[in-house]
């Protein structure tokens, strides 16, 4: 069994009415969140090596956030999590994102 961890950046939570579309993908055995919903777990039966898999995770931008850092996923082997693979992405960010008002619009 594999276990696919998907933080999502700051500021946004998952959209659980997408799950039906992760579920529906071949050896796909559940769908949850973690962390307030802010990190989407799913669990496979297994994965072959090399095979590849388009996951469609949705996600609702719930406020602002400026300067975003990257965010983890993580897959890892359930029964050995010494078998662990990372990866970073990160979601276009600015400080103008989080401005507003007369003073915003001099400076961004």
Same mark, same amino acid.
Request: glycine share 2%; hydrophobic share 35%.
């Given at each position: 069994?594999? #276990?696919?961890?998907? =933080? /999502? $950046?700051? &500021?946004?939570?998952?959209?659980?009415?997408?799950?039906?579309?992760?579920q529906d993908i071949e050896r796909v055995r559940l769908?949850?969140?973690?962390?307030?919903?802010?990190?989407?777990? #799913?669990?496979?039966? =297994? /994965? $072959?090596? &090399?095979?590849?898999?388009?996951?469609?995770?949705?996600a609702f931008k719930t406020h602002a956030v400026a300067?975003?850092?990257?965010?983890?996923?993580?897959?890892?082997?359930?029964?050995?999590?010494?078998?662990?693979?990372?990866?970073?992405?990160?979601?276009?960010?600015?400080?103008?994102?989080?401005?507003?008002?007369?003073?915003?619009?001099?400076?961004?």
């Amino acid at each position: 069994m594999a #276990i696919l961890e998907v =933080s /999502l $950046p700051s &500021g946004y939570t998952v959209d659980e009415d997408s799950f039906k579309d992760i579920q529906d993908i071949e050896r796909v055995r559940l769908v949850e969140t973690k962390n307030e919903d802010s990190v989407v777990v #799913i669990y496979f039966e =297994s /994965l $072959p090596k &090399g095979e590849i898999k388009c996951l469609p995770i949705e996600a609702f931008k719930t406020h602002a956030v400026a300067n975003q850092k990257p965010v983890p996923i993580v897959l890892y082997d359930y029964y050995d999590t010494n078998k662990k693979a990372t990866e970073y992405y990160q979601v276009e960010s600015k400080l103008c994102d989080i401005c507003e008002g007369d003073e915003c619009s001099a400076k961004c």
